[in-house]
């Protein structure tokens, strides 16, 4: 008996490590142009190009129970345990689609052990959640092990990102009309994370430039305090900027992050122009008070 590790697409762990580990994926879709498609079968650029030339405003859904049923069912018919780690239950119905399907799974199989963790966050604050539980059930630990090496992992990541504009987060529904259009007209760039599972405010800064300072800055603090392990730098439709922002984190911590893309489920949230770092620490952060 194994234990089998599934996860969601918004968790955008690159294809070779989902591999290595034999990681199971539930794709959420993103709807643009009338056109539906799953995640990772979008092409970011061209939906992200699309996005910012048509001015439309896309939409994402999450799994269907039929689908999450499928990937906790299969491994627990071949007499594995299964550990789902999966995107923020604050920030979709993914995780409770989980809990349901959970629920149909355990009625016909009353001996399986199916454990859903919520990671609190998405794209790889939750990538390095479900790698550490990848990592422990490789190693052969026992199911709270595993669990405990994803929660573990939670409270030693964080993921700080600005938009390049506020007009996505507008129509989002995540910030007013009025806060939108003082924010353009100021021209302000503000750093965001996520907190508790829901995206927050850290502060608002004048440029680009200063916004990535100010994430490069905090990542530096967080580096000399709770020891640097790893980083992903993130961006959307702005692979000159994520560079920028490695080379800044590089410059000051010494580690150089992978610059990646993230896919259209949650970048559409933000907008073309986004770009932000995950990271992991050696030791537990304070991330309910996190300044930049």
Request: proline letters at 5%.
């Amino acid at each position: 008996m194994a234990i089998r590790i599934v996860t969601d697409s918004t968790s955008y762990i690159p294809a070779p490590q989902l591999a290595e580990f034999g990681i199971t994926v539930v794709p959420l879709s993103a709807t643009l142009g009338g056109v539906t498609r799953e995640e990772p079968d979008i092409d970011p650029e061209a939906f992200y190009r699309q996005m910012r030339d048509t001015g439309e405003f896309p939409t994402s859904s999450q799994p269907s129970v039929a689908a999450m049923v499928d990937a906790l069912e299969t491994p627990v018919t071949a007499g594995d345990e299964v550990c789902a780690v999966l995107l923020s239950s604050r920030m979709s119905g993914t995780f409770e689609t989980a809990l349901m399907a959970r629920d149909q799974i355990v009625e016909r199989h009353p001996d399986a052990r199916i454990e859903v963790v919520d990671s609190m966050s998405n794209c790889m604050e939750e990538g390095f959640a479900v790698l550490a539980a990848a990592r422990a059930a490789r190693d052969g630990a026992s199911m709270p092990d595993v669990v405990a090496a994803a929660e573990s992992t939670i409270a030693r990541t964080r993921w700080l990102f600005t938009p390049a504009s506020l007009e996505y987060l507008r129509m989002g529904g995540r910030i007013g009309n009025a806060a939108a259009l003082i924010g353009s007209l100021l021209q302000v760039r503000p750093i965001l994370t996520v907190v508790d599972g829901v995206t927050a405010s850290v502060r608002s800064v004048r440029t680009q430039r200063r916004a990535f300072e100010a994430i490069a800055d905090k990542v530096a603090e967080d580096a000399r305090e709770y020891g640097l392990v790893e980083a992903v730098v993130h961006h959307i439709l702005a692979e000159a900027e994520g560079s920028a922002l490695a080379a800044l984190i590089h410059e000051r911590t010494g580690v150089m992050p992978r610059v990646q893309e993230i896919g259209p489920a949650i970048g559409l949230h933000v907008g073309p122009g986004t770009a932000g770092v995950v990271y992991r620490t050696r030791d537990e952060l304070g991330k309910n008070t996190v300044t930049a």
